[in-house]
């Protein structure tokens, strides 16, 4: 369970980011629409931690992320739109075995187990190949590999296919779709947003609908077509 409890973001300079937001998400997997700058990478940070609310608080599993940091990042695995802001090791198997270091202290089963976690994914016969030489998609199978290895209850996943081609945008979106543990996905494609159980709307860095997703969908596409005639007329 994500609780956000009156949870806001405000910059530094003063700017509001994320407007005072109150929230319950259980669903099996819950998508977050909006346009750039509408607050949706912000709200799904608060849940692991990466950043902090100006006001109110958010809980996981019935912790502040901020005061158990360790326990909520082993519940929260988080996946990012570019795959090389969370690779790190040299070759495949290192980085994996690298996120299993607190739980594997055995060198060798820590490689057996990221050689399984690899298989698992599809990358077992690049186990031993640069990081750099794998494809875009490759890399994000490889990021994905990396923060399910620590068995997180929760993904989230901000843009994950993004800067994807078209196939392996759909590869990764199964793969992510057929996950037994409760995903959070931020997405501007929309087919993947339906096919969430709960769709939340953000605009101008507010909750502007919170439902079901076909239902989101069409609201947010009204929006677009308002904001782009209001654009228009001004």
Known sequence: MIEFLDASVVSSN??????????ALAEHRVSIIGANGSGKSTLVRLI???MTPSTGSVRVNGRDPQKHASAVRRDVGFLFTDPSSQLIMPTAIEDVALSLRRIIKDKGKRTSA??????EIGLEDHTHVSVHSLSGGQRQLLALAGVLA?????LVADEPTTLLDLRWRAHVDALIGGLPI?????????DAAKRADRTLVLDEGGVVFDGNPRSAVRF???LMT?????SGRA
């Open 182 to 190: 409760q995903v959070i996905e931020v997405t501007h494609y929309l």
């Open 14 to 23: 003063g700017t509001r980011i994320l407007a005072p937001t109150t929230l």
């Open 48 to 50: 692991n931690g990466l």
């Open 150 to 154: 620590i068995e997180p209850s929760i």
């Open 226 to 230: 308002r904001r782009t005639e209001e």
């Open 220 to 222: 947010y596409r009204d």
């Open 114 to 119: 990221a050689l399984d976690r690899l298989t």
